[in-house]
């Protein structure tokens, strides 16, 4: 009887996958079919449904960003668009922040169901020694990408989700780099909303700004660590 252990466990965690991909198609399928799909593309649409929830639209805001973090086809930008045209710059971040870090914890945790043990096996021991790194390179590299809005926020979810990265340090790192885009397409949401030219001129100047300054970043520390690769060769 002890021996079946291990295989009802491996039983368990196949039937548990299994459910969770059928429920994800399902859920997508049914947003499909349903319309809904294409009313969560139109973030005026959005703002609409969520005034009319009343006292629930605020938690309506934090299901649809968890969402369309688990459901990576469902666009994110639309609900925090219509957010902050709801409800403005601080609560609108912090509706849309909270429903982003729910839903990457979600799809952290699929991941680390689902393929995890798979991956386990096939690299052994180097997992743990830190093929991918140390701990607080993966926290960077998460902390990083949530900056970099053409860098898919669900795949890097499920993607930490197959590292050794601890969940604890996932979930910092993803919160500390979600908040000022949040803010960004929250605050651009209650500007397009306020329909002041100059106000909107400025929000996407500023969105464009969050953009660029990871970048510029990224190549002022390659340009700085090459030079220094440079003079330690000279000495």
Same mark, same amino acid.
């Given at each position: 009887m002890a021996g079946d252990g291990p295989s009802d466990r491996k039983r368990t965690k196949i039937l548990l996958t299994v459910l969770i991909l059928v429920g994800l198609v399902a859920a997508y399928g049914a947003l499909s079919w349903s319309g809904a799909l294409d009313e969560m593309m +139109?973030?005026?649409?959005?703002? $609409?449904? %969520?005034? +009319? *929830? !009343? *006292? /629930?639209g605020p938690l309506g805001v934090v299901i649809l960003m968890s969402l369309a973090i688990v459901l990576n086809p469902i666009p994110s930008a639309p609900i925090a668009l219509a957010a902050g045209a709801a409800y403005g710059h601080f609560w609108g971040t912090v509706? %849309? #922040?909270? !429903?982003?870090?729910?839903? #990457? *914890?979600i799809a952290f945790g699929i991941a680390r169901l689902v393929g995890y043990d798979v991956l386990r096996r096939w690299l052994g021991r180097g997992l743990s020694l830190g093929v991918f790194g140390s701990q607080n390179? *993966?926290? #960077? &590299? &998460? /902390?990083l990408s949530r900056l970099l809005p053409f860098i898919s926020f669900d795949l890097v979810s499920y993607a930490a989700g197959l590292s050794p990265l601890k969940w604890w340090r996932f979930a910092v790192a993803t919160m500390a780099g979600i908040i000022p885009a949040s803010f960004l397409l929250a605050h651009f949401g209650g500007e397009m909303a306020s329909l002041d030219s100059a106000r909107v001129v400025e #929000? %996407? &100047?500023a969105l464009g700004a969050l953009t660029a300054l990871p970048i510029a970043g990224k190549l002022i520390?390659?340009?700085?660590? $090459? $030079?220094?690769?440079?003079?330690? !060769? +000279?000495?």
């Open positions: +139109n973030s005026e649409t959005l703002r $609409k449904h %969520v005034e +009319n *929830l !009343g *006292l /629930f509706y %849309v #922040a909270v !429903g982003a870090e729910i839903g #990457a *914890l390179a *993966l926290m #960077a &590299v &998460v /902390f #929000a %996407v &100047v520390w390659d340009r700085v660590r $090459k $030079k220094s690769v440079r003079t330690e !060769g +000279n000495e």
